[in-house]
């Protein structure tokens, strides 16, 4: 069955600076990619996503890029700011099954 | 809309007790799902539904079971609790095959339950 692998487990960023979140997956049937941000006691949330027939994807100071040859896609936060400290999971879904696989999660700490 | 909403948002159960976790979607999903999530880990699916009448097992059922009689609803039920089921629960939905959304889940608040 799939398995995802999500590094670092904790990751510590200076305001302003960059983040990035890597995940590998091991079937190669997954075609769907979505990141989760948990806030602490709240539910997942979902801030991006990207299907299997696209290499990036960006939203504001938020982006995700996919590379299907290696099995492996990250997340990547610019500008980080302290609203951003939160714990995010990566996971993968194969089509037609609609059940998503995640990731162990990284805790991201943006210092002030 | 409420979107998906869960009850009991906190519960203590003893060893061997039994409960029900209840979830309702406002939002006319097809499918909903249910998953644990241990202390900093991530989540793990128990139990999912692709319709009313249809549920199906996923990577931890062992020591749950599902129903699903209509659209909205999609109780987990908990028998003979046990300290390894301590954790907290999320409710999820999304919409169907058909939908351009169909793999975004929607979660609930969660149920966190302690099993002593």
């Known amino acids: 069955g799939e398995n995802v692998e999500q590094h670092p487990s904790t990751l510590s960023v200076q305001e302003g600076d960059s983040a990035v979140i890597k995940c590998t997956y091991s079937?190669?049937?997954?075609?769907?990619f979505p990141w989760y941000k948990q806030e602490l006691g709240k539910r997942p949330q979902l801030i991006i996503d990207?299907?299997?027939?696209?290499g990036e994807k960006k939203d504001q100071r938020i982006a995700v890029t996919l590379n299907k040859t290696a099995k492996h896609f990250s997340l990547h936060i610019t500008e980080t700011q302290p609203e951003d400290s939160a714990v995010y999971f990566c996971?993968?879904?194969?089509?037609?099954?609609?059940?998503?696989?995640f990731g162990t999660g990284t805790r991201l700490k943006v210092l002030a | 809309n409420a979107g998906v909403t869960q009850t009991p948002k906190f519960r203590i159960l003893k060893i061997g007790q039994s409960m029900t976790l209840q979830c309702t979607q406002d939002m006319n999903h097809n499918y909903m799902y249910w998953y644990r999530q241990d202390p900093g880990m991530g989540l793990k699916l128990i139990y999912y539904s692709v319709g009313a009448g249809i549920t199906d097992k996923g990577e931890v059922p062992n020591g749950y079971n599902v129903s699903r009689s209509t659209t909205e609803d999609f109780p987990l039920r908990l028998e003979l609790a046990a300290p390894s089921q301590t954790s907290v629960y999320f409710c999820?939905?999304?919409?169907?095959?058909?939908?351009?959304?169909?793999?975004?889940?929607?979660f609930g608040p969660g149920t966190r339950l302690t099993v002593t």
């Open positions: 996971a993968a879904s194969t089509a037609g099954t609609y059940k998503y696989i």
């Open positions: 079937d190669s049937a997954s075609n769907y």
């Open positions: 990207i299907r299997s027939n696209v």
């Open positions: 999820a939905s999304s919409e169907d095959q058909t939908s351009l959304r169909a793999y975004e889940q929607y």
